[in-house]
């Protein structure tokens, strides 16, 4: 089982990047695939969620990440995409996908919860 993120990058204020996170060794359908971010002193959090559509959740964002970031999964590619509109500042961080059956626990960002990590993709966002 493996996770690989990739496609961060350093972006002005206002610009758009979209993570990749790349699963292999698992259906991806049969999983959530939540996005993570942790900024330098701050705790990892919960950015946005795909579900499995095994479970009877939904898709989630992070209330600071709403109407700018939207994900989306392709399962022929066994790949979820992050796409990211309206940078700022604060978005700054590593950004890590991880799996899990489910999205309900997606605000609990441990690797207790989420069984396999991809190894980080860094996005620098410039004011």
């Known amino acids: 089982v493996q996770l690989q993120a990739f496609g961060g990058g350093l972006v002005q204020t206002g610009g758009s990047l979209t993570l990749s996170c790349a699963a292999s060794?698992?259906?991806?359908?049969?999983?959530?695939i939540g996005w993570f971010r942790q900024a330098p002193g701050k705790e990892r959090e919960g950015v946005s969620c795909?579900?499995?559509?095994?479970?009877?959740?939904?898709?989630y964002y992070a209330d600071s990440v709403k109407g700018r970031f939207t994900i989306s999964r392709d399962n022929a590619k066994n790949t979820v995409y992050l796409q990211m509109n309206s940078l700022q500042p604060e978005d700054t961080a590593v950004y890590y996908c991880?799996?899990?059956?489910?999205?309900?626990?997606?605000?609990?960002?441990?690797?207790?919860?989420?069984?396999?990590w991809g190894q980080g993709t860094l996005v620098t966002v410039s004011s």
């Open positions: 991880a799996r899990e059956r489910t999205c309900r626990l997606i605000t609990i960002a441990t690797r207790k919860i989420w069984d396999y």
């Open positions: 795909m579900p499995s559509g095994r479970y009877s959740d939904s898709t």
């Open positions: 060794g698992f259906t991806l359908e049969s999983y959530a």
